[in-house]
């Protein structure tokens, strides 16, 4: 099982920028990728974006291509994650999320503790 | 796009609950299944339509193929009252059901 600690809450202005950390321990395989999922106040869960930290290479969803930007640094098994002009619907939850996967399933199987991300002016 | 019906529901302890999930495409077995309680991260009950995560009692259960799945309770306890979302893993971007609550009646 891998434990993933989250860096903490922020407060941004809109039209600003938000990097998350996201620290991945116990699991030394790499043979996984690492999830963001976000969770609006009330609402559901919406996939942001994966990266797999031994290869670098990011998938985005659609909806944030552009502004969205996921790094690792497989030297300390950490994730990051870069969202850019903010406005009052980014204010969420995001989640760092393992995604365990072989050749016939693939799931979440560990969650961060969650970074909870305002913009307000 | 994953469809979860009701979006809520109230039962009893001890009911049978029954929570669906329609893809708009085919996931082949590539569906999962999470309870979400307040205040915390979602928890992976289901993996691959129906293989239960390590812990998590057999009153869970999973099945469906293709485009049309299945989440049931057989007997609903007090610790089952939560979100359950459906998740697609078969293609990107992942995708998440809206959610059904299941609360006390």
């Known amino acids: 099982q891998v434990q993933l600690v989250q860096s903490g809450a922020e407060v941004r202005k809109p039209g600003s920028s938000v990097k998350v950390s996201c620290k991945a321990s116990g699991d030394t395989s790499n043979t996984y990728s690492l999830n963001w999922v976000r969770q609006a106040p009330g609402q559901g869960l919406q996939w942001m974006g994966a990266i797999i930290p031994i290869f670098g290479a ?64 | 796009q994953m469809t979860q019906s009701p979006s809520s529901l109230s039962a009893s302890v001890g009911d049978r609950v029954t929570i669906t999930c329609r893809a708009s495409q085919s996931v082949m077995n590539y569906l999962n299944w999470y309870q979400q309680k307040p205040g915390k991260a979602p928890k992976l009950l289901i993996y691959a339509t129906s293989t239960l995560q390590s812990g998590v009692p057999s009153r869970f259960a999973g099945s469906g193929s293709g485009t049309d799945f299945t989440l049931t309770i057989s007997s609903l306890q007090p610790e089952d009252f939560a979100t359950y979302y459906c998740q697609q893993s078969l293609v990107v971007p992942r995708t998440f059901g809206g959610g059904t609550t299941v609360d006390i009646k």
């Open chain 1, 58 to 121: 990011p998938t985005y969803a659609p909806t944030f291509q552009g502004r969205l930007t996921i790094t690792a640094d497989k030297s300390t098994g950490t994730a990051f994650m870069d969202l850019s002009n903010l406005g009052s619907e980014d204010t969420a939850l995001y989640y760092c999320v393992r995604e365990h996967s072989s050749l016939k399933f693939a799931a979440f199987d560990s969650w961060g503790q969650g970074t909870l991300i305002t913009v307000s002016s």
